[in-house]
């Protein structure tokens, strides 16, 4: 499985996080998906994701995609469910 960390701007409310997590586990090869609206991140994990599907699903909400973030030291946990 593997484990991506994009950033995205524009996301302020929890609806912005439900559409984001919704639109993006639409994509094949996508397993789950988890918006931290604090931080602008999204953390997307599946067998085969794919960085363009992803960044048209996240421009198509009228999002910012900024691309793929560096990794979290291991053993943090950063992320809001």
């Excluded at 998906?33 to 604090?38: F, K, T």
């Excluded at 085969?48 to 973030?69: C, H, M, R, T, W």
Aim: glycine share 8%.
């Amino acid at each position: 499985m593997t484990i991506k960390t994009y950033i995205v701007e524009g996301m302020t409310c929890k609806n912005c996080k439900a559409h984001v997590e919704k639109s993006i586990k639409n994509i094949t090869g996508v397993d789950d998906v988890i918006v931290d609206l604090a931080n602008g991140q999204v953390r997307v994990s599946g067998n085969e994701i794919n960085d363009l599907k992803v960044k048209q699903s996240v421009e198509d909400l009228g999002y910012i995609f900024k691309g793929e973030a560096h990794s979290a030291p291991r053993g943090s946990d950063i992320w809001l469910s």
